[in-house]
């Protein structure tokens, strides 16, 4: 049996009588990269935001690592290890790169947004952040201001202050939107090196990253999952193609 960082049963999320989300199955396995995907409309923000507990589930249960979480809210799932990138306010533009990681990797260590804290008590976390900082291609940007960063920078280093809480489970929402082409390559060249030991779920409209990452794909269509397996298997499914029919399989 696989084993399963993250299973969700029968999620469903009604507004007002319309069902966003129906009847959703979703199983995450542990040490995979998995792709939530489908034509505008389909249902995955929401599906996105019910995992990550920023919406409630009309219906369903979600269950993380074998414990329900289905009645959490976000913070406290973020602190059983399921973190979602940009879920910290992620970067302050006014502090520098190596400031922004400092202040999560304080946070993950059971501390609070203290913007007034010592420059000394927080230069104890200075090797790990330089570490993370390595990690996603911003050695040599420590000193610059998060402001002053491309918007494929600042991408970057969203995702070093998520790594900064050590998480379990990192869910990615459209980390290569609004990029461009060279953005997009250095953003998934960073997904590659960093999955190693870490389970990953993304949001993302560029099926060519999706291709590129993905062991396996759940697509969405109209609240309900339409396909499911390898970029392969759900490329080919008759269904898929016609929910992406008019859109040249581009806008997931």
């Known amino acids: 049996m696989a084993d399963n960082i993250l299973e969700a049963r029968g999620l469903s999320k009604a507004f007002r009588g319309f069902m966003a989300v129906q009847d959703v199955d979703l199983s995450i396995e542990r040490g995979s990269i998995h792709a939530l995907i489908g034509p505008n409309g389909a249902g995955k923000t929401t599906c996105f935001n019910l995992l990550t507990k920023f919406l409630q589930p009309s219906a369903g249960r979600i269950v993380f690592e074998g414990r329900d979480i289905t009645e959490l809210k976000p913070a406290d799932v973020a602190r059983r290890g399921m973190v979602?990138?940009?879920?910290?306010?992620?970067?302050?533009?006014?502090?520098?790169?190596?400031?922004?990681?400092?202040?999560?990797?304080?946070?993950?260590?059971?501390?609070?947004?203290?913007?007034?804290?010592?420059?000394?008590?927080?230069?104890?976390?200075?090797?790990?952040?330089?570490?993370?900082?390595?990690?996603?291609?911003?050695?040599?940007?420590?000193?610059?201001?998060?402001?002053?960063?491309?918007?494929?920078?600042?991408?970057?280093?969203?995702?070093?202050?998520?790594?900064?809480?050590?998480?379990?489970?990192?869910?990615?929402?459209?980390?290569?939107?609004?990029?461009?082409?060279?953005?997009?390559?250095?953003?998934?060249?960073?997904?590659?090196?960093?999955?190693?030991?870490?389970?990953?779920?993304?949001?993302?409209?560029?099926?060519?990253?999706?291709?590129?990452?993905?062991d396996r794909i759940t697509v969405l269509a109209r609240g309900r999952v339409l396909a499911e397996g390898d970029y392969a298997s759900v490329s080919a499914d008759e269904a898929v193609i016609t929910a992406y029919l008019g859109s040249e399989h581009a806008d997931a």
């Open 84 to 214: 979602r990138s940009f879920q910290i306010s992620a970067v302050f533009g006014h502090m520098s790169a190596l400031e922004n990681v400092r202040v999560a990797l304080a946070r993950s260590r059971g501390g609070n947004f203290d913007f007034w804290r010592s420059e000394r008590a927080l230069s104890v976390f200075n090797d790990r952040a330089h570490e993370l900082l390595y990690d996603v291609g911003l050695s040599d940007s420590v000193d610059v201001p998060a402001a002053e960063l491309s918007y494929g920078r600042k991408r970057a280093l969203e995702i070093a202050t998520t790594l900064a809480l050590d998480p379990k489970l990192m869910l990615l929402d459209e980390p290569t939107a609004g990029m461009t082409e060279s953005d997009v390559a250095r953003i998934v060249a960073l997904i590659r090196q960093i999955r190693s030991g870490r389970t990953i779920l993304m949001v993302e409209h560029n099926l060519s990253v999706v291709s590129g990452l993905s």
